[in-house]
């Protein structure tokens, strides 16, 4: 599995394409913008975009799906609790001052039950609220797409609508700690991390000590 990040969009958020090799299947993870580079690579390779998977309904990581899921012609979905949010996205967007013309177009939701594959590997859809109420962190073999439910050294703020502190701190603890600590974290935005670092290093557990 090939994993190659794209930086894109107002908050420099963090777009993932996830390549299986022998399949020449492919997802894109996030779409914050329309990406030519993305394209590009998809031509090259001859790859099979099978989805566009949204970890969260915030503005910043799903600006390019219009325009992306055209060129790709892939599924796009969405977390399911988040659909407020995507049919609300202009007052959003309009909040941090930034001016949306389309609505984002999805094909169906996913919840922690959704079967989802990319090649031969599984897609294991783990809810994960606080950040937002449809917070979604996607695993995939020793990689885990965190969106913004956790970042290194950091976690995503409660603050916004949907957003709650004690959801939050639940889903990283109880749930992401729980993943093999040589588990790859890639994040929303910033750099990548493991689980292990972040269970020593993370700001989230001054909140438990």
């Known amino acids: 599995m090939i994993i190659k990040t794209y930086v894109a969009g107002p908050f420099d958020a963090n777009n993932y394409l996830v390549i299986d090799e022998e399949s020449k299947?492919?997802?894109?993870?996030?779409?914050?913008?329309?990406?030519?580079?993305?394209?590009?690579?998809?031509?090259?390779?001859?790859?099979?975009?099978?989805?566009?998977?949204?970890?969260?309904?915030?503005?910043?990581?799903?600006?390019?799906?219009?325009?992306m899921k055209q060129a790709l012609g892939a599924e796009v979905i969405i977390p399911a609790e988040d659909l407020i949010l995507?049919?609300?996205?202009?007052?959003?967007?309009?909040?941090?001052?930034?001016?949306?013309?389309?609505?984002?177009?999805?094909?169906?939701?996913?919840t922690a039950k959704t079967d989802l594959s990319v090649g031969s590997s599984k897609i294991e859809v783990i809810s994960t609220p606080g950040h937002t109420e449809g917070g979604t962190c996607l695993f995939i073999g020793n990689s885990l797409f965190s969106g913004d439910t956790l970042f290194r050294d950091s976690f995503g703020r409660t603050d916004l609508f949907g957003g709650s502190t004690k959801k939050l701190l639940n889903s990283i603890v109880n749930i992401l700690f729980k993943l093999p600590e040589e588990t790859i974290v890639y994040t929303g935005h910033g750099p990548s991390s493991t689980i292990g670092y972040e269970k020593q290093n993370n700001d989230i557990m001054h909140y438990i000590k």
Do not use: W
């Not at 996030?30 to 915030?58: A, F, P």
């Not at 996205?89 to 939701?109: C, K, L, Q, W």
């Open 25 to 67: 299947e492919a997802i894109l993870i996030d779409c914050s913008d329309y990406v030519q580079e993305i394209i590009d690579e998809v031509k090259s390779q001859n790859l099979n975009v099978k989805y566009i998977l949204i970890t969260h309904g915030h503005f910043d990581h799903v600006l390019g799906i219009n325009q």
């Open 86 to 110: 995507i049919e609300n996205i202009r007052e959003y967007a309009r909040f941090f001052g930034h001016e949306m013309i389309e609505i984002p177009e999805h094909d169906t939701t996913y």
